[in-house]
């Protein structure tokens, strides 16, 4: 089946440094999606890339979709304190056995001020 | 405002004992998602429903049941089948099927004690 991997587990930034978390899928996806889960709170959406190669930046952070769509990253610059929490990508895939949205492990981020 | 409410917050369920956990939404969205997230770990899909009266099981539904008798309502019923129902449950929500971001619920930490 599916699997979707990110690396690394752990992400241990110093305030003020950039950093990439990224992202694989073992097949083609028609959309990658990543989340932002707060320490103790929910996951919540932050962004959708459907084209292949595809870029989109919000503030500080930037996301990149590969262009064989298998594959994506989240860097993020200049590393404040309220990025902690658990980044998650999830690739979106169309199969005749019904579509499916599957989660990667996650990345952890912790800063130090 | 508009969202997922689920309830309760906290549930502890003595071995053997069947618990019914709350997902309600005011979204007007046709899908809603069962998942399941242990410490550390990514997100896993239990049941999902696109449509009313209608809902298929995800990657882990064993020893789970649901419902969708109102579109607004999935609750998720964890039986004494499920060997380790310890974890953290996410209900979701999207306007249909395919190509949106996912709104999560807060969450419910289920303990057996």
């Known amino acids: 089946g599916q699997q979707v991997m990110q690396i690394p587990q752990y992400q241990h930034v110093q305030e003020g440094e950039d950093f990439t978390t990224y992202c694989n899928s073992s097949?083609?996806?028609?959309?990658i999606q990543w989340y932002k889960q707060r320490p103790g709170g929910h996951p919540v959406f932050l962004i959708q890339?459907?084209?292949?190669?595809e870029v989109k930046k919000q503030k500080r952070l930037t996301f990149q979709f590969g262009e064989a769509k298998k594959n994506s990253s989240l860097h993020i610059t200049a590393t404040q304190t309220t990025d902690v929490g658990t980044y998650f990508c999830a690739g979106y895939r169309i199969e005749a056995a019904g579509n499916k949205l599957t989660f990667g492990g996650g990345t952890r981020v912790l800063v130090k001020p | 405002d508009g969202g997922i409410t689920q309830s309760p917050k906290y549930l502890f369920r003595k071995e053997g004992q069947n618990v019914t956990l709350s997902c309600e939404q005011n979204?007007?969205?046709?899908?809603m998602y069962w998942y399941r997230q242990d410490p550390g770990q990514g997100l896993r899909l239990i049941y999902y429903?696109?449509?009313?009266?209608?809902?298929q099981k995800g990657d882990i539904a064993e020893g789970y049941s649901v419902s969708r008798e109102k579109k607004e309502s999935f609750p998720l019923t964890v039986t004494s089948a499920q060997k380790n129902p310890t974890a953290f449950y996410l209900c979701?929500?999207?306007?249909?099927?395919?190509?949106?971001?996912?709104?999560f619920g807060s969450g419910t930490r289920l303990t057996v004690v």
């Open positions: 979204l007007n969205h046709d899908a």
């Open positions: 979701a929500s999207t306007p249909g099927e395919g190509g949106y971001g996912y709104t």
């Open positions: 429903s696109q449509i009313v009266n209608d809902f």
């Open positions: 097949t083609t996806l028609s959309n």
């Open positions: 890339l459907v084209k292949s190669g």
